[in-house]
């Protein structure tokens, strides 16, 4: 039972040290690489760093040949005055040196002419870039007054399109009020057709009542008539017997 205990322990601890190993190899790993992006940076960094150096010296070497040619130029210069002056009063000097220095004189006066040309192709490039960063604020600006003009036809469509819809709003509540009139003005027809046809309707019993009143008077009057034209005719009768019994006595 020992025996397996101390195997169980042992198995255990290979199994850590492996997990460890492998953990350690991991992180040398890590660091590998973490070393290597580090030397890669500093690499970059020093090569930066020399082209800085060689382009500050760059820099430095044509200032100081720049300074020289002035130098020189003033020194030759000065001289082909002197040369001038000794020429002409006589005193000649040797014409290797003259040729020398004029040599010279022309190589500075080229130096100067390309340092010039040099410094116009820079001059004029500088003058590009102005130029050309001129031209794109004067775009940038542009741009910026066409953004706050849409900016404000914006806001004026949207102001247009609540107005709009505020007047369709109304609209539909004038169609609802009108719609609700001409409903009401529709049931007040109804009501005033109906009010007419029982109107009519009580108008043509009332003329029926009294049409058979009027013809009941119109009998009662003819019989009235009548009786009277009958007892007319018995007057007249009788004043006529009356007569006739008159002239009868006044002929006897």
């Known amino acids: 039972g020992e025996r397996k205990a101390r195997q169980a322990e042992a198995l255990a601890l290979a199994q850590e040290r ?7 190899a991991e ?18 960094c020093r090569e930066t760093y020399r082209e800085l150096v060689k382009a500050q010296g760059e820099v430095d ?25 000794k020429a002409s009063a006589g005193d000649l000097l040797h014409q290797s040196r ?23 192709e820079a001059r004029g490039r500088a003058d590009a870039l102005e130029e050309a960063q001129h031209q794109a604020e004067l775009e940038a600006q542009r741009l910026r007054k066409r953004a706050d003009l849409l900016q404000r036809q ?13 007047a369709e709003l109304r609209a539909e509540e004038e169609a ?41 008077a119109e009998g009662k009057e003819k019989e009235s008539r009548k009786r009277l034209q009958a007892a007319e005719a018995g007057h007249r009768a009788r004043l006529e017997r009356v007569g006739a019994a008159v002239r009868g006595l006044l002929g006897q």
Do not use: C, I, P, V
């Not at 070497?61 to 082909?80: C, H, N, S, T, V």
């Not at 220095?101 to 500075?108: F, G, H, T, V, Y």
């Open 61 to 85: 070497r044509k200032d100081a040949e720049a300074k020289d040619l002035e130098a020189r130029l003033e020194q030759l210069e000065a001289a082909r005055a002197a040369l001038g002056k």
């Open 27 to 44: 992180s040398e790993a890590a660091r590998a690489a973490a070393e290597g992006r580090e030397k890669e940076k500093e690499h970059k």
């Open 18 to 24: 492996e997990r460890l190993e492998a953990k350690l």
């Open 154 to 166: 914006k806001e004026e469509t949207d102001a247009r399109a609540a107005a709009s819809r505020q």
């Open 176 to 216: 609802g009020a009108a719609r609700a009139r001409a409903q009401a003005a529709d049931a007040r027809a109804a009501q005033l057709r109906a009010e007419r046809d029982a109107a009519e309707e009580k108008a043509a019993k009332a003329e029926a009542e009294h049409g058979a009143r009027a013809g009941s």
């Open 98 to 120: 003259r040729d020398t220095l004029a040599l010279r004189l022309k190589e500075a006066e080229a130096d100067k002419a390309r340092a010039l040309g040099e410094a116009r």
